[in-house]
């Protein structure tokens, strides 16, 4: 039998994918283990696969299409094998109920044994859900995907409000409105509250120059240390270091720092998997080798996957100080301004001091304001002293 092309599922959350490239053209001969397809998640891009041996043929999804999570886009035939008729494939329903994916009918008929009848618009459960919730009729929203079946993104996208004239809305990428339906959503439910502390970044600023002198470490950042000394203080305090999951405060074995990365198409948050048992110059380079991948849009799930506290850095664009948004289900946010010349009181005397603003956003449903001050003072501390740990 022909192999199907299927569009995977790559997330816990994904209900589609968005073709972005074909790799090999209809007809073209294929290699098991074969780059196939370039697919867009709500997170990362990535490389599919052929499945099998053959001859591609049947490509249903062109680029630039968002298709359900489990739907045959293609087949791979092998020697004497044709592809089905495209009414065979349509009659075929993706199986759906566990991923939330919409059917492949069209949105006005369903099929009932050898009969055709009337349905009502095609969506999947989710998208119904996001629209009940927002009292928008189902029917009124135009859908992206196959036969025009309304996914949640489609939802999140439509604007109840009449086009103001003079005005032509931008093309963004699924990556972008997924950033904004998360950072809507932990807006609007994350119970938020705030700490901000000035540090003398005297000592981080020579142990950075001092450590950039010894071999491979030429590249280390001020994020790496902040990204270093944040791990060290998340295991003093792993209440921080944990997460609200299902109405629980849910604690980690491990520590798992996110560095907030703005590309072309959105802020994308890569991770630094135990950051606490990296050498310096080994985080360093894993967080370039991150960064580099997030702008050239060649991340992997797992480089997103399991975060559990992220840092947010807009020193490098002349921002002295911000608040940022929880990035849910972690606990806390660390965002940082750039490091100023600033008059300060040293003994009772006015002098100059490199000063850097730390400003914590926290969820109270997993932490007090007690137990984000005392974090915020030891991370605070080990920016003013950070021996013994940058390594």
Known sequence: MPTEVIMPMLGMAQETGKVLRWLKAEGEAVAKGEPLIEVETD?????????????????????????????????????????????????APVAAAANGTASTLPSDTVSQGTAVLPRRALASPKARRLAAERGVPIEEIRGSGPYGAVV??????????????????????????????????SWRDVPHFYLQRDCDATRLGSWRHATRRRPGHERVTHTDLLVKLC????????????????????????????????????????????????????????????VGRARERKLRPEDVAGGTFTISNLGMFGVDAFQAIVNAPQAAILAVGRILDRVVAVDGAPVVRPTLTLTLSFDHRVVDGAAGARFLDTLASLVEEPAGLVS
């Open 152 to 185: 949640a993104a489609d939802v999140e996208a439509f604007d109840v409000t009449p086009p103001l004239r003079g005005l032509t809305p931008l093309e963004v990428s699924s990556v972008w409105k997924t950033m904004a339906g998360r950072m809507q959503a």
């Open 43 to 91: 997170k990362v891009t990535v490389e599919i696969e052929a499945p099998a041996d053959g001859t591609l043929a049947a490509i249903s999804a062109g680029e630039g299409v968002e298709v359900p999570v489990g739907q045959a886009i293609a087949f791979v035939l092998a020697p004497g094998e044709s592809a089905p008729e495209p009414a065979a494939v349509a009659a």
């Open 231 to 290: 791990a060290a203080a998340l295991l003093e305090h792993p209440r921080v270091n944990a997460s609200w999951r299902d109405g629980e405060i849910v604690g980690s074995d491990s520590v798992d720092v996110g560095v907030a990365v703005a590309t072309d198409d959105a802020l994308i948050v890569p991770v630094i998997h135990g950051a606490d048992r990296l050498g310096l110059a080994e985080l360093s380079a894993r967080r370039a080798e991150l």
